[in-house]
């Protein structure tokens, strides 16, 4: 039995809060910087760490590739070269992320081919596609959660610009009228992101004090306003305030997800959250950011399908909700006891998995006798070769845990 505590890397980039991860690990609060990402797993730029019983740490990187069958179990470490194929996160978001989008497998491999080709390097700030793999993502709220994601009906659009509209947004709003299926948000959305800046800069502030107009008279559409003046003032002259008219707006509720396929258009505005995601760093970015923005390559990879976004709840199986996407790279369970339940859940060893409480604490029991405490904040790494494992809280209060696998390869 190899039940091995992760210590997990912290990224300090300024979107993230001074209060949420520092709270969550029982460290001083606030922290000296924004902490806007918990990493758990196997990433090549920041691996988790292992502690074994000799107390060693050891890189997850490592341990992986040592013994990848042994990791990862033969099925996963043949599907996908010895890498364990999923990462795990914690998202504290207290400002907006950057909208984009990630590309499918054969986009990526594509992409990383010509890059390759042209000798731009892997860490160069204009490179797309920095290994060959698709980025699918899910998103599981812990808190309520911000997030604007996939193109909205286009018919409910129009009614959102019409109630803003002014005499600059008029004829792109004609232009949608004219044709609202996919094809006809392509076309709005190619216009908008390519517009001169001289015209960008004539635009927005009529939009924006269209917005603060609809606000103030307690719009049917106050909450898209309020997001897309929350988008204007942090980036004035950012054509990604408009393609932000585009999307579906959505709260989501603590346990609620969703899942961002190949070519989602997606922002991530406010709250905390469980990400699970496919090893990769390939991203497109449509604005909102500082960073390198490609608008060919985007729209090379855009989805312009639309209609609501659906929000998943899990399928419920006792006290575990199973979140089924169509991603092979992973699978995102939750484990959930109420205050004063204490009874066992069994975990068949299915693969690699990372296990990761997020209230209270609990107690992990192996076949040989081997038991864990994890405390809230704390997260473990179960190899394939392990067997099933049981879990229970060790107090009468509410506990939660959140289970990553990968998605097809149990051994």
């Not at 002014?166 to 792109?172: D, E, I, M, R, S």
């Not at 997800?257 to 959250?273: D, K, Q, S, V």
């Not at 006792?318 to 995102?332: C, K, Q, S, W």
């Not at 009468?396 to 696998?405: D, E, I, K, S, V």
């Amino acid at each position: 039995m190899t039940v091995e505590l992760l210590r997990n890397a912290v990224r300090p980039y300024a979107w993230g809060s001074r209060t949420t991860i520092p709270e969550l690990l029982g460290r001083p609060v606030p922290a000296p910087h924004p902490e806007a990402e918990l990493w758990m797993g196997a990433h090549p730029g920041d691996p988790s760490r292992v502690t074994g019983p000799d107390g060693v740490e050891r890189s997850l990187l490592d341990v992986v590739e040592a013994d990848p069958v042994g990791q990862l179990g033969a099925r996963c470490a043949g599907q996908w070269g010895g890498r364990l194929p999923f990462l795990l996160k914690i998202l504290a978001a207290e400002e907006p992320l950057s909208m984009q989008a990630h590309p499918s497998a054969e986009q990526a491999a594509e992409g990383y081919a010509r890059e390759e080709a042209a000798g731009i390097p892997r860490d160069a700030g204009n490179r797309n596609y920095p290994d060959p793999t698709a980025k699918p993502e899910l998103v599981c709220a812990l808190t309520e959660f911000h997030a604007l994601a996939g193109f909205r009906d286009p018919h409910r659009t129009l009614e959102l610009l019409r109630a803003v509209d002014t005499p600059g947004l008029a004829k792109y709003t004609g232009l949608l009228a004219a044709q609202p299926d996919p094809d006809g948000l392509r076309a709005l959305f190619t216009t908008w992101i390519t517009l001169p800046q001289p015209t960008l800069d004539e635009l927005l502030p009529e939009v924006l004090d269209a917005c603060v107009l609809h606000v103030k008279e307690r719009g049917e559409f106050d909450t898209e306003c309020r997001t897309i003046l929350e988008l204007g003032e942090a980036h004035p002259r950012d054509a990604g305030v408009l393609a932000a008219l585009l999307l579906n707006r959505l709260t989501l509720r603590a346990g609620e997800a969703i899942y961002l396929p190949a070519g989602n258009l997606h922002l991530y505005l406010h709250g905390t959250a469980v990400e699970i995601l496919a090893n990769s760093d390939n991203i497109l970015r449509c604005g909102l950011t500082p960073k390198h923005v490609d608008v060919p390559e985007l729209l090379r990879v855009v989805d312009f399908a639309c209609g609501d976004m659906p929000v998943l709840r899990g399928d419920r199986e006792g006290r575990i909700a199973v979140y089924r996407t169509d991603a092979p790279e992973f699978e995102l369970s939750r484990a959930e006891w109420a205050a004063g339940d204490c009874a066992e859940v069994v975990l068949d060893g299915t693969g690699p998995q990372i296990l990761l409480c997020t209230e209270g604490e609990l107690l992990l029991c192996a076949g040989d006798g081997t038991k864990v405490e994890l405390r809230r904040g704390e997260s473990v790494w179960l190899p394939a070769s392990d067997p099933a494992v049981r879990l229970r809280p060790t107090c009468a209060g509410p506990a939660h845990l959140f289970r990553a696998t990968a998605g097809t390869c149990p051994d």
